[in-house]
């Protein structure tokens, strides 16, 4: 039930030409499963940036499920409204067009940890 997919050294955003610059891949990652809990997409966090990702059959679809993916993430990991998650996307979000060169179209939404860190309760 999961699949990392292919790896690429090297691609512009989207993908347009169906080809990119093939390489292996030699990756680690962990994968939490929580029972009873779903997310409306694939979720990344890199040590600099929180990720979320949408994908469909268009660009504007996928666009549409990445912002609500990420609104959803701020949401329950930030406890923030909906003013407040509008207020974060319009300052911080960064689109990244990751796929068009198929049926399916896909965007990313990154946003840097630096932009959130006064968002989060200081550790104890």
Same mark, same amino acid.
């Given at each position: 039930?999961?699949? #990392?997919g ?10 347009? %030409?169906? %080809? ?6 030699? #990756? ?6 929580i029972?009873?809990?779903?997310? *409306?997409g ?26 609500? %993916? ?11 409204? *909906?003013?407040?998650?509008a ?16 049926? %399916?179209?896909? #965007? ?5 940890k ?7 309760? *200081?550790?104890?």
């Amino acid at each position: 039930m999961l699949y #990392v997919g292919d790896g690429h050294a090297a691609q512009g955003d989207g993908e347009l %030409n169906g %080809n990119a610059l093939e390489t292996s891949m030699d #990756v680690e990652f962990t994968v939490d499963v929580i029972p009873g809990k779903g997310v *409306p997409g694939p979720r990344v966090e890199s040590p600099t940036h929180i990720m979320a990702m949408g994908l469909s059959g268009s660009i504007d679809d996928a666009f549409r499920d990445a912002t609500v %993916n990420m609104a959803g993430w701020l949401t329950e990991k930030y406890g923030l409204t *909906p003013s407040e998650v509008a207020e974060v996307l319009g300052t911080s979000a960064e689109y990244k067009v990751s796929e068009v060169a198929d049926r %399916n179209a896909g #965007v990313v939404l990154k946003i840097n940890k630096e932009r959130l860190q006064t968002l989060l309760p *200081p550790t104890k």
